[in-house]
């Protein structure tokens, strides 16, 4: 079995882990690097019972994933306790997305899961006002050139990213879950009045169930990098399987009225097609028939679901490497054309290409003398 | 001297070396070598129990002089790292 | 099976075709590659090293090849991929086999996440372990491979491995990186010692790769006790002195020379502090390698 397909296995039933062989489970490893995901197999394989029969080398490598996450996952909850009591208490509570409202709420694909940035949502309105009062807890920003400056505070969701000086923690302020200039942007009052508490000692709010799901599905459609789309389309498939448990029809219908009401409903028709696929969700009937009518036509149907499968494999994994970067090339330009009108997005690209600096975060590739 | 109280924050992890002390911070992330005087203050507050300021003169055996000049500033360092925080 | 055992065509054939499994201390690297310095230098520097075969497991993937581009015939690149990602800036062709060298070290320093991995050289002696940490420049590698020819079982010269729960000590036993006037001095300490051709001009001068002894590799299996901790350093002139550094700051000084302490946690934190508690912490000044050499001997045997 090919790797990407072995992880994929995994990830939907892990007791599949049982049968892999040696030979199997070195690009298996490889793949789940590349995806972060080699710490959320730790766990699945022990929730399975199948820890102790891996092989020892695999299980050292998921151990230590594991590890590392557990690590992560504890400084984030304390950065996120910290930004609680610090001076964002001077305003009405944000809203935790993604990694750090999975790990507040204790969800089950928080476990292993290596979290990166937090990401908090502020109505517009104030979302400066948070940036301003974080800088005197060392948070400041990392863009500094006037056009990025520009394309984050007039076009995107979200303000330029901020960096902790002492940390290096990277925190997103958001107003909304996609770009201003996006084709049919969803109401974040709507995001936000339906917001739940967190427990305790958090005063942080997370985003009800449905908006959740939808959050993740909005995260991976839009995205123009698709590096970490199969951990992305697990949280999906994770958070799917775990509300639809615990809530059952009432959570269905909730997700597949919000879909259209934020005029996503043809991202969602997408994402349960591209899971129950992919991961095999158990997907009840009604809302697929329900979202059938935010389907593409026929032709398009066949072309975005190609690119989408393509574009979810792992340049360690896949067997079909020339296939996946022409994939990964119509989402890129997919994901560019539905942030942004033709003539903006033309704009946009011509100046990444010709007139911009490097960027000062750059992930330059470094010297290979240094490791010598 | 002021009444303010003090405690360690929660999980610290430490360890003795030898005539000094080693302290990892699992939330910040970040490692601290104490000196003498600093890992004495970090002994005399147990894990969730707060003392005043002259109960950790008392504690570090410090005149009512030293205490003035000296414990404020120590106190000031090991807050900046985030390793102790004010009893409200 | 031993790469010695294996012989130059088959050598060949598994580095151009599935690839070599080349096993070293506890981890197996598979590498491809077309590039025939590359053969060269394993046949070479990994001569009593076991082979795996295609049905092992293998903890890195590396590939080293040219760029697929017209670079090829103008002045040939060569790319180290991990996992098929390029994860250098290219170099000059004829610097493959450094190449792969550093990319193993950039694998064990990134891709090894249950044991706390410091960028130091190791050896062993009566079951002791001798670290030395310290950044380029520092002649740790010089000490390293002088001592691995002077009755200390060489561990690694580039990363320690430490264990998470019990602190014991263990290395790749991969073969040591020479630069520039060390490659001369180790070759007039250690006359037994089996040096590749220098390669001239890299960034960092020349550069040689020291064969590492057939015991060490062996023996590559076999861990050691915290020991010695010593930061050398060296100076043209300077007398040999050999202080003792208090525990405190000699963790410090471990911890900022690790490459996934601050990932590890508060596991990091302990293990290190194991290690340390165990060991006796010294900075290290030296100029005559003779001298070096005796000082260490004479610290084994407690004198």
Not at chain 1, 60 to 78: D, M, T, V, Y
Not at chain 1, 318 to 333: K, Q, Y
Not at chain 3, 7 to 27: C, D, H, I, V
Not at chain 3, 144 to 156: D, E, K, P
Request: charge should be positive.
């Amino acid at each position: 079995m090919d790797a990407d397909t072995a992880l994929r296995l995994a990830l939907a039933r892990p007791e599949s882990m049982a049968e892999r062989t040696a030979a199997e489970w070195a690009p298996l490893l490889a793949a789940a690097r590349e995806s972060a995901l080699l710490g959320t197999l730790w766990h699945l394989a022990d929730d399975a019972g199948l820890a102790d029969g891996l092989p020892e080398p695999v299980a050292r490598h998921l151990w230590g994933a594991a590890l590392i996450a557990e690590h992560r996952s504890q400084a984030l909850a304390w950065e996120l306790r910290r930004l609680d009591n610090g001076l964002l208490s001077r305003m009405s509570p944000g809203v935790a997305l993604k990694g750090a409202a999975y790990l507040a709420a204790g969800l089950p694909n928080a476990r292993g899961r290596l979290a990166n940035d937090i990401d908090l949502l502020f109505p517009r309105s104030e979302v400066e006002r948070a940036e301003k009062l974080l800088f005197f807890e060392g948070w400041s920003g990392t863009h500094h050139n006037v056009y990025d400056q520009r394309y984050y505070r007039e076009w995107m969701h979200e303000l330029p990213p901020l960096v902790h000086q002492n940390r290096g923690t990277t925190l997103d302020l958001h107003h909304n879950i996609l770009p201003e200039t996006f084709r049919g942007h969803p109401d974040p009052a709507r995001l936000r009045q339906q917001s739940q508490a967190l427990p305790e000692p958090f005063r942080f709010r997370i985003l009800c169930p449905a908006h959740l799901v939808l959050h993740a599905i909005v995260h991976l459609f839009s995205e123009t990098e698709w590096d970490r789309g199969l951990r992305d389309l697990y949280d999906i498939h994770v958070l799917l399987g775990y509300f639809g448990a615990r809530d059952g029809d009432a959570f269905w219908e909730h997700f597949v009225a919000e879909a259209e009401a934020l005029n996503i409903a043809w991202m969602a028709e997408r994402a349960l097609w591209a899971t129950n696929r992919l991961l095999l969700t158990d997907i009840p009937p009604e809302p697929v028939k329900r979202l059938a009518r935010a389907r593409a036509g026929i032709a398009l149907r066949g072309l975005g679901r190609w690119a989408f499968v393509h574009g979810l494999h792992t340049r360690a994994g896949s067997v079909t490497p020339r296939r996946d970067a022409v994939a990964r090339g119509m989402l890129f330009l997919r994901g560019h054309w539905l942030k942004m009108p033709a003539g903006l997005l033309a704009r946009h690209l011509f100046h990444k290409a010709f007139l911009a600096e490097k960027p000062e975060t750059a992930t330059a590739q470094p010297q290979p003398e240094q490791h010598g | 001297m002021s009444r303010r109280r003090w405690q360690r924050t929660d999980g610290l992890q430490q360890r003795t070396l030898g005539q000094e002390c080693v302290v990892f911070h699992p939330g910040a992330g970040t490692t601290h070598l104490l000196t003498p005087a600093a890992a004495a203050l970090m002994d005399g507050l147990a894990e969730g129990a707060a003392m005043d300021e002259a109960a950790l003169a008392r504690h570090l055996g410090l005149s009512e002089k030293d205490a003035e000049a000296e414990l404020g500033r120590w106190l000031s360092s090991l807050h900046t790292a985030d390793l102790i925080r004010e009893h409200p | 099976m031993r790469i010695a055992d294996l012989g130059q065509a088959r050598l060949q054939r598994s580095l151009t075709g599935r690839g070599l499994y080349l096993r070293t201390g506890p981890f197996t690297s598979r590498i491809q590659s077309p590039i025939a310095s590359v053969a060269r230098g394993i046949e070479s520097l990994y001569r009593d090293f076991e082979v795996a075969d295609h049905s092992s497991f293998y903890d890195f993937h590396c590939e080293l090849r040219a760029p697929r581009s017209h670079r090829r015939f103008y002045r040939p690149q060569v790319l180290f991929l991990a996992d098929r990602r390029s994860v250098f800036k290219p170099l000059a062709y004829h610097q493959a086999y450094p190449m792969l060298e550093w990319g193993l070290n950039w694998c064990i320093a990134n891709q090894v996440p249950h044991r706390l991995v410091l960028h130091a050289a190791a050896l062993e002696r009566d079951g002791k372990a001798l670290i030395l940490p310290a950044p380029p420049g520092s002649g740790k590698s010089t000490l390293c491979a002088a001592l691995a020819h002077h009755g200390w079982r060489l561990l690694t010269d580039e990363s320690v491995l430490v264990d998470l729960a019990s602190s014991e000590v263990s290395g790749p036993a991969r073969p040591v990186s020479l630069k520039n006037d060390s490659i001369r001095v180790i070759r007039d300490a250690c006359p037994s010692a089996v040096l590749s051709t220098p390669i001239a001009d890299t960034l960092k001068g020349a550069v040689a790769h020291m064969r590492p002894p057939t015991d060490a590799v062996r023996r590559s299996h076999e861990t050691a006790r915290p020991g010695w901790i010593v930061f050398p350093h060296y100076q043209p002139g300077a007398s040999t002195q050999l202080k003792p550094r208090t525990a405190g700051s000699g963790f410090m000084q471990l911890i900022a020379n690790a490459f996934n302490y601050a990932a590890l946690g508060a596991r990091g934190f302990h293990s290190a502090g194991r290690l340390v508690e165990q060991s006796a912490c010294f900075d290290f000044s030296y100029s005559r390698l003779d001298e070096a050499i005796e000082q260490f001997n004479r610290l084994a045997d407690g004198r």
